[in-house]
């Protein structure tokens, strides 16, 4: 049944992507070109350009682009379903040891230590963004970067943003409709 | 915090308008979120929000995904959880349906290319925003231990690239033994 087989892809893509972005990259390539044939190679490629201009996390946009194209809607929602069905079982169960032990001493030196190393994980992500935004095409290394592909209308807005967030403490939303909205007058009018 | 209809929608809305804006990768959900529940709301504390990060990024499946699950169990159990789950993964799902539909038009759509390069600055703003405010409290706690962690991961993760569970297992394990064992004697805490 093709429902039970769209299930049972996504749920091994859930469960086995650890460590966020793009480590479901190699299980959603295995499921849905090698294992199951539901996507072209030229379809795989459109599903990673629209992962990656289009909010959510990659799983979660290849569940519902695979689920549409194999069975429609509801193959769009199953294949959804199965993708976070290992989350909720696994996090809850998480979730529960912690509320309920996070007050001992042995637990909160896990914590503690943890704690800084998720601030430069976030950081390191801001980079990654940060470098997409500041280059006009995909930097490979630092050495051969040319003044031409820095792109300064893009630096202008982060610097900006970044004042006006630490200044008046407005909602992010806010801010990034904003500059979405300076996007399309300065790069889409011209 | 009464828990009434009005809770729950703030739950599900907040969860749904988070994940809508989480544009180029999971890891842009947390600062949301952040501003969100800890700023905003204030029914979450700083520190309570990085261990929830540090636990949903451990666990397998979507970042995203997983730190609304840890957030909406922490507000209202397990239907919390679910509001805050349906509340993430509504979003991609209406989207994609919709572009798929029109894909091609979309991949060579002047303005939505324009619209997103922009709102890719605001993205990279919010980050820096939250890693200043998050860094500042780090740098001010005056503890050498978490400073140098902070360093070693952010050089582990940007210049070696190693995996962000195995940094988490790591710091998390000796988070545990230097405090549980080596500073066990002497002041506490």
């Not at chain 1, 049972?8 to 460590?19: D, E, H, K, M, V």
């Not at chain 1, 490629?45 to 682009?65: C, E, K, R, V, Y």
Request: proline share 3%.
């Amino acid at each position: 049944m093709i429902y039970l087989d769209i299930f049972i892809s996504f749920f091994q893509i859930g469960l086995f992507s650890i460590g966020g972005g793009y480590a479901a990259l190699p299980l959603i390539e295995n499921q849905v070109l090698e294992v199951h044939k539901w996507l072209t190679i030229e379809e795989f490629a459109d599903l990673l350009t629209i992962s990656q201009m289009t909010p959510g996390p990659i799983a979660l946009n290849a569940s519902t682009f695979v689920g549409t194209k194999v069975a429609g809607l509801s193959g769009a929602v199953i294949a959804t379903i199965g993708c976070v069905t290992p989350s909720c079982i696994i996090v809850l169960i998480l979730s529960y040891f912690y509320f309920k032990y996070k007050n001992l001493s042995s637990v909160q030196g896990i914590l503690k230590g943890l704690r800084p190393a998720v601030v430069s994980l976030i950081a390191s992500a801001g980079i990654s963004v940060l470098m997409l935004t500041i280059f006009k095409t995909e930097v490979t290394s630092l050495a051969n970067i040319k003044l031409s592909d820095i792109n300064f209308i893009s630096i202008i807005m982060v610097a900006i943003s970044v004042f006006i967030l630490r200044k008046y403490k407005i909602n992010p939303i806010k801010v990034m409709v904003g500059t979405g909205i300076i996007g399309i007058l300065t790069y889409g009018l011209f | 915090m009464g828990k009434n209809i009005k809770f729950y929608w703030t739950l599900f809305s907040s969860a749904f308008s988070l994940s809508a804006f989480t544009i180029g990768g999971g890891y842009v959900i947390v600062p949301l979120m952040r501003k969100k529940f800890v700023e905003e709301l204030k029914w979450i504390d700083d520190e309570e929000m990085l261990n929830l990060v540090a636990i949903s990024q451990s666990a397998p499946g979507p970042i995203a995904v997983n730190a609304s699950i840890m957030v909406g169990y922490r507000l209202a159990g397990v239907l919390g959880a679910f509001i805050t789950t349906v509340g993430t993964v509504l979003p991609p799902l209406i989207i994609i349906t919709a572009i798929s539909k029109f894909y091609a038009s979309f991949k060579e759509n002047r303005v939505a290319n324009a619209l997103l390069l922009g709102m890719r600055a605001g993205v990279a703003a919010v980050i820096i925003d939250v890693i200043i405010k998050m860094s500042k409290d780090i740098i001010k706690s005056k503890n050498i231990i978490s400073v140098t962690i902070m360093i070693v991961a952010l050089i582990a993760a940007v210049i070696f690239e190693i995996n962000a569970a195995l940094i988490i297992i790591l710091s998390g394990a000796f988070g545990a033994f230097y405090y549980n064992y080596l500073k066990k004697e002497g002041e506490h805490k």
